[in-house]
């Protein structure tokens, strides 16, 4: 079982436009966004939260153990200007963590039911055709990248809310610097332990500089053929 987040952190669906100050992407209106204290608003990309899936509010048993079970969350929060405070919309979670979870409750037949509109909802926010050529684009790059492995990659970084590196308009062009970001992000989060540092509350520059030295070495081995 994966360490439980000992440091709370907060995604805010913004009311207004944004634009996230670190790589200048317009995130339009109610983008998905973290508050840096020094710079303003991230996107998720930036912020090193993109890997994460949502889990709306509602469920307390599942949202419960999947919290347990993710090493990095996120609260998601939304002002309601008739209650004038931010209300808890549900959690960023690990994927890895929501189907531990989901196995736990599997066996009520409503949480069945429940997983099957989220399986929909999953595939409505993905462009099929979009994917394939991300992920193809991945294996151009990346000969050394297993398929499946790329294939994850490319769904995780075009999911279609806000903050994706495969959403901004370099992505959209398959530019290398674009797949570059994914493919680093994708290793920091499943070859490193940089969620852990994270959720302990280290700063997230300080966190990719301690395992920046093992994301070099995997890029390199899978820039060669397998």
Request: glycine share 4%; hydrophobic share 35%.
């Amino acid at each position: 079982m994966k360490k439980k987040s000992t440091f709370k952190l907060k995604v805010f669906i913004s009311l207004q436009e944004s634009t996230c100050s670190e790589c200048g992407e317009n995130l339009g209106c109610k983008a998905w966004i973290t508050l840096d204290r020094e710079k303003g608003a991230l996107c998720l990309a930036c912020a090193d939260l993109e890997h994460l899936v949502f889990l709306p509010a509602g469920d307390a048993a599942l949202t419960r153990r999947s919290r347990k079970y993710s090493t990095l969350s996120a609260v998601v929060l939304k002002w309601s200007k008739a209650r004038k405070h931010y209300e808890r919309q549900g959690l960023l979670v690990e994927e890895k963590g929501l189907e531990l979870a989901e196995q736990e409750c599997l066996s009520d037949s409503e949480y069945r039911e429940k997983r099957r509109e989220y399986a929909t909802v999953q595939r409505a926010e993905l462009n099929v055709k979009y994917i394939q050529e991300f992920a193809e684009k991945i294996h151009e790059i990346y000969p050394g990248c297993l398929v499946k492995r790329g294939q994850q990659i490319a769904e995780h970084a075009c999911r279609k809310y806000s903050g994706r590196v495969g959403r901004s308009a370099s992505a959209k062009q398959f530019s290398p610097e674009a797949i570059d970001l994914a493919v680093q992000a994708h290793i920091r989060h499943t070859e490193t332990d940089y969620d852990t540092l994270l959720s302990q509350g280290h700063d997230r520059h300080e966190a990719r500089s301690q395992v920046r030295n093992k994301v070099k070495d995997i890029l390199l081995k899978w820039k060669t053929d397998p």
